[in-house]
């Protein structure tokens, strides 16, 4: 049991919205993660955040942000949504010193 | 940069077959590879790890991965398959930062009894 939670469920907004996404992160992990994954295909990384500092990024435009809080709870937010941001949201904690990620269950984006 | 290729987008084996997942990589480094497996609308929950103590690794539900840098190949396989084991694996690995884990496309397993 990884102990990550994601909120919501499921979402559906419209084209030039903007969402936030919100991630529970595992006791005792120090980094969290976001990954975008579109039907069919594998998770792409979007962003990592260790000690509530961005620390690394995938290709995302930057209208793709995120937050973490000191309790490791993180957040993503999509302004402007685009259709292509229809995806399913996964966020990852983990730890630097055992190179390790525990996905929880995600978010379904729909952007109509 | 870091990438993975798994060969094969659906793999159908009967229940009680060999489950053999393949997986390519590239590497610039030693890598650490990944096996995650994702059932439907879950996340992904990670099956085994290769992090260089041992080139054949064990994971849950009775997978194992063997590492041959030879052939930088990282393929998955169980002896006698699950109905179960139905599902979708991925194969990644981590970038040279261990910051961001790069997916392969996945391979979807299909067990039929």
């Known amino acids: 049991e990884t102990g990550v939670t994601q909120s919501p469920t499921h979402l559906i907004k419209t084209r030039g919205q903007q969402v936030t996404l919100r991630c529970s992160s595992q006791s005792g992990h120090n980094t969290v993660s976001w990954y975008q994954q579109a039907l069919g295909q594998g998770p792409q990384f979007i962003f990592q955040y260790y000690r509530e500092e961005e620390n690394g990024r995938g290709n995302f435009p930057p209208r793709f942000s995120g937050l973490q809080f000191p309790n490791y709870s993180s957040e993503l937010n999509v302004n402007a949504l685009e259709l292509d941001d229809s995806a399913l949201y996964l966020c990852?904690?983990?730890?630097?010193?055992?190179?390790?990620?525990?996905f929880g269950p995600g978010t379904r984006l729909t952007v109509l | 940069a870091q990438s993975v290729t798994q060969l094969g987008s659906h793999v159908s084996v009967s229940e009680g077959a060999l489950v053999l997942l393949r997986c390519n990589y590239s590497s610039s480094v030693p890598p650490y590879l990944f096996w995650y497996v994702q059932y439907p609308n879950q996340g992904l929950q990670l099956l085994l790890k290769?992090?260089?103590?041992?080139?054949l690794v064990k994971g849950i539900n009775g997978f194992e991965a063997e590492f041959k840098k030879s052939e930088t190949s990282f393929h998955l396989t169980k002896p006698s398959a699950h109905m179960s084991d139905a599902a979708e694996y991925f194969c990644a690995v981590s970038d040279m930062a261990g910051t961001a884990l790069i997916f392969g496309k996945g391979t979807t397993l299909s067990v039929s009894s």
């Open positions: 290769y992090t260089s103590a041992a080139t």
């Open positions: 990852a904690s983990g730890s630097l010193d055992y190179n390790e990620q525990f």
